[in-house]
């Protein structure tokens, strides 16, 4: 769990900036470009950089995504095609960055991370950097495979509004869909707390409050990523780049708010740990006062009893009671009414029923 | 409870803004319009779209109620007559949506969320989105029936102020009577943390607990739907849309009181629920106490006592008191005796009285 | 406790603005009419609207001191004379409402909460609204008595700066000496606090957790009232209302101070009753675990020495040790060397100490 | 404690505004004067308010030094000679107020809180209100003997920048002085704490959470004091009052530093001291632990064999056991037997050990 | 952990400002230069203060690195020979400072801490200060060794633009490095919660809980660096010091994210530090909790049956089962059917497991 928090890529402290430090696991690019016009779209996988260049025709709109960085010559010169600024191309490489928007020059970088239910309660969090220019746009991914294939297929099919629009629309698109990637992780998350908050009072057992921290742990995770990307998006509303234009700003509003409502629903799940922690807590000391209870109605029927049994059990010579004959069914007596005195005392206190254990609450309601 | 969070309506992330997500269990939709001067008014049941168009008349002030969305074509017909921005009819349609203000154009649309107490302890949220042009307002609600017929009466009755006055009066009258509503609600909750104050130390059950945790979820989820709703009122008090007159910000003004108001009470409310249930922690400590007293003090008699008879019961042939003749009632005698200085001992500490265990606590207060 | 949150005299929701909800028991109200200049005072009991129209002669200032609200005719009859927006009447008679201050033409409007301690622990807050113009003063009480009569014997005196100044002076005065009423208050929560601080670690009971319980939430409805009480106060400090002129304003900030200085001593109470609680909750778990060391040595000191007695009371023929002549005493021997040995375990582990009770702790931390 | 968050002082609530409210015991004032040029140094006991006109003189810097506000009379006609408002009169007498900058006329009156340790455990707050005029400084205390002395001889030495300066240079070294009186305050809470930080694990008697108790309740205190403080000092750093010129804010801005560092020092402490706070009751938790392993070990270990015991010891008269030669010692052998596997068990569960108490969680810890 | 806190080494309070306190134990300066240009670098060991002067040279960039402040003639030559302003050096030689920047005409003052892992869970935390001016750095720092190796390399090799840039950059260069020196020590810190996050379930002694508060108690005061290093970056940033050039202001926006994103880790780990805390005191709760019921269950089963043993060992004359053939194994039986009543009690109650302790949980859940 810890360990996830930050990753080990981080250039040596000290490094020159602008200086790209790729893991060796990081797989090899793959580079897809889509490029279309409200006619038509064409798409390529591309293996040349020089393929790119396509992207400078200010006809189309150029969408390229690159995912892996396992070729640092390769993202270099694609840096250089694009005249990327070194410190835009070590945000985009050297990961987890803390999502943002930033201006460098003409491009507009917007750092967020992309989340995806991965497997039972794994997260899997990955990072995408949008850089936004007047015709392209160019998407880093850390690894293969992500949620953007809606995109791709409402550029496909050319239905929507998106093949009318410029690369600020596509920019708007792609952010969207990787924000709206979050409600299904935390309805995941939902349900996850909704079947321990029974579990936390029948069954109160050391594994769950682990379970419950690091369910915790998920969420402060996922909250450090969902904040900063409330203030990337409302730098996009907000900001006057050149780029966006005030028509795409409406649509990002509505981006916005949907970062608000998760960053709200993952603040209110991380509220309910705590409750459901706290009643764990308190399901324990239930327990305890359980155990306890039939540690003390056992020990106090059957002390005092073996005391008079002890009493009787005594070698002196003179005790009369020894020699009457009914004394022993009598000590049977006294015994049975000490006992059913104290089953009493323990019933009225209201730690024992005879109507079976469930209704021991609504007894004890009763006798208060 | 956690599932009512966030309701699974939302739509595909990636789709195209502007998709209408309706669930299959939407009612169909209701509309309701009423058309009104300060001479007179005109109310009807609308079953085709262009009887709509009269709220382009700009005499008379039109409220056209819709309820249920049970049919898309209806819906994007509606949003067609009145040329509503796609991204206003999804916030419409795709609930739940984060109470706000927001302009488009000339039009304004603020979504609230309206509740009901529904039941004992239920709390039924309704969202209701209100586009306030020059002339008309639109209302759109999940489902049907509201608290609104307060609004309908005034209209009728042609009492008070409100035929006197532009469609942004009626439109702060929609809003204020949904936020009055959470009066009614905040006081069922406060009735029942009321009953449950006096329980908690009377007979602190495992149920109880849960129970104050489902309070607590619903304060939590009824703050979230509140909170926004003051920023959402407060855009309308001194936002500058034109559709709202100076006159009506000042009985918006009144409106954000409200506002303001009840998420102090929704605020309070939960800071006493985490009062309770710490008391509810402390009166379990202090059962596991009383239990293990009980146990201590007849272990603590009776043990000694049991140790006593059990030396006397031992088969030496040299145990010269066994066969003294009044060794018997003097063992006796110190068994009384011992038990009768454990019983002062434990009254003096406190821990039992012998005016009946309602005076415990005075008792106590005087030995100290 | 929750019940006095809010009152129920809040209109139906949907009412119409400005709607009166006067509540049965409202007393019939008191009108008490004081006019001074520099030179002279004059006072009367008003029975008659008209009289009030004094309040529209210039030279003077008027303070017009409204005592109960139960008579709906005559409320709106002043209404009507002063030429009262209908939402200040309505945020003046539908109590309570949230401390504020907002203008209204050339009327301000100021709610405050004017509190007194009644009775041992009980706090009476009644809401107080000052209508302030240029030349006169309305104050709107919701029952009988207040804390304002220094502020009477000040204007009749004439002693002090008060008659030369103008109305603005005079909402002043009435302000400041309510909010310095809540000092008492405080005060007397401090000094109700000091007396539990002892009690909590001497005398732990159920009733004293209740006891800081309704402290703390007397401390939390207070605040409610002290924080808006703040920034009503600072709303006219910093506002350039007409009504109020700079030099009041220096005076205003002094009342300011007051202001924030309550709501820090509020807030640090609330703190330090925090702290109680959780002193209250170790304070238990203290005592649970004297009750339990008591049990403990009683019981591994007498357990043992009851088994070696269970021994010689076996009834095995072939025991030698039975015939042993000195087997008895030596039995009762290894018995106390037992018992000794075990309470020197106890004694140096802490648990018990031979110079009484009081030293435990001191010999405790000898023997760590 | 509590009883020390507010002084009894405040005048009646109600009273006029800039009513002096001395209390019975004040002191009588002493007067002390001192007057310097970059040539010179005068210093001279005042008796006559007479003698203070030489503060108009504006070739030197004056520094009138008032302690105990005694004689009300006196107090008031310092007031009328150097036309202090009234207002700032009853600041600087009424005490505590809080610390805070605030302009009259061409005055500044800065209040700020001294501190001092008095005794173990102890600290004495004095209020001290600095009057800053161009050429002369009035400070006003509530009782005799400061920590200004080192600013005295400051200015008799002549070393340093402070005779170069005007009186602004003077209330700054001031304001520095009493500041940096607050570091000895910390260190001897923060050293207290350290020795606490092992008692509360070694040994966590109830008398330890009072003492926490207390010494949070000091922090609450300190910081009360020292918050507004930064305001004050704030104030003066950015403020443009004439009487401080440019050069003089470049100190006053590390004056500023130092309020800020005090309180982060003073929160840490109130973390820290909440954190022992924690550890005390867990310690606690761990105790009553350690209690109950002995009770179940001891009871676990001897209750079986007495039953053991028991059995042997019953009159049954067909029990052919008792008439087996070897039977009694082949009990004794069941018996340790079963003594040795319950202590192997309890071993092995960790809750006892063989090399010692301080072993115990490191044979835990392999167990595991 | 506490006396770290702050230093002693803060002046007399009432000192003069611009005294300089330096302790016994501080070691003799050692003054280190680097000049460089695009072409060429010298370095070289500095004895005398005059042969600095070549850092007035405008054509080079110079760093001057002071380690130690041994002597106060040295560094008060230095700060003769730059003109810094006396409360500069007063900021640079009595640590520790609040991290910060602030301007003392064309020099600024950018004080921040420098961390490194110093032997297991130690930190080791310096101030380092740096003097920025057109064509000279100063840093000071308070030992010898830093983490400043990676920038003197960078210069020394002539890669990267470090050399092309004017001393901003080598500012820059200098506290990025600083900063990035967090992350190594914040990852130990991650490492170590790692490896405690298991042991606080399977073995919560309270050495652990010591060791957690340690960690906290680091991590506070960690963030106590942090947080005001954000601000004195920011202030690099947005400030408009004409030392630093717009385009190194891009570089230190990236600085700025590093302190915003170590700053979160800090905040994030100090959470779940708190989660392990509550944690830990659970698993002493369930501890507890485990140790009651091996002694109830105990205590159950081999009470009532030494009872039974009791009755029988009892001595009346007049016992007719005690002459009953079958009536000692018909005792046995009923013992044994009581015993294996308790004991499938207990199992129901989900107490104790035939499959071993590890599966306790899963039969819980089943019987519920």
């Known amino acids: 769990m810890f360990s996830a928090i930050f990753d080990k890529r981080h250039p040596q402290s000290g490094a020159r900036p602008g200086t790209l430090v790729i893991p060796k696991e990081a797989p090899t690019p793959r580079i897809y470009m889509i490029r279309y016009r409200a006619e038509d779209v064409t798409e390529s996988d591309v293996s040349e950089v020089d393929e790119l260049k396509a992207a400078f025709d200010e006809e189309a709109v150029t969408w ?17 095609l694009f005249k990327l600024h070194p410190l835009l191309l070590e945000d985009v490489v050297n990961i987890p960055q803390r999502p943002k928007t930033e201006a460098y020059g003409d491009q507009l970088l917007t750092v967020v991370r992309m989340v995806r239910v991965d497997g039972p309660g794994e997260i899997d969090m990955e990072q995408v ?12 991914q850390e690894r ?5 294939d809606p995109v791709r297929r409402r550029i496909r099919s050319g239905k929507g509004v998106i093949r009318q629009h410029r690369a600020d629309f596509l920019a708007y698109a792609i952010a969207d869909t990787i924000i709206d990637g979050y409600y299904p992780v935390l309805e995941s998350i939902g349900e996850h707390l ?22 915790k742990n998920r969420l402060i995770n996922l909250r450090r990523g969902i904040w900063p990307q409330r203030e990337a998006v409302n730098t996009m509303v907000r900001g006057d780049h050149p780029a966006i234009s005030s028509e795409v700003q409406i649509y990002l509003r509505d981006t916005y708010d949907h970062c608000v409502q998760t960053s709200e629903v993952a603040e209110m799940y991380r509220e309910m740990v705590t409750g459901l ?15 306890m209870k039939v540690l003390t109605i056992m020990a106090s029927i059957f002390i005092p009893l073996t005391f008079l049994a002890g009493i009787y059990g005594m070698n002196f010579e003179h005790m009369p009671e020894l020699h009457v004959k009914w004394a022993y069914p009598a000590v049977w007596i006294t ?4 006992a ?3 089953l009493i005392y323990f019933w009225r206190k209201g730690w024992i029923s005879f109507g079976g254990a469930s209704t021991t609450s609504r007894k004890q309601r009763e006798e208060g």
Do not use: C, H
């Open 335 to 338: 015994m049975l009414g000490t």
């Open 194 to 215: 909704e079947e321990l908050e029974d579990v936390v009072v029948t069954d109160p057992t050391p594994d769950l409050l682990i379970e419950l921290n690091q369910i």
């Open 129 to 140: 950097s949008i850089v936004l220019s007047k015709n392209y746009v160019l998407t880093f």
């Open 277 to 291: 922690m706290n009643t764990y807590l308190s399901s324990i000391a239930n327990r305890t006062n359980e155990v």
């Open 340 to 342: 059913a005195g104290m």
């Open 64 to 80: 390229i995504d690159i995912q892996g960085y396992g070729d640092k010559a390769l993202i270099q010169s694609i840096g250089d």
């Open 144 to 148: 293969y495979g992500d949620v953007l």
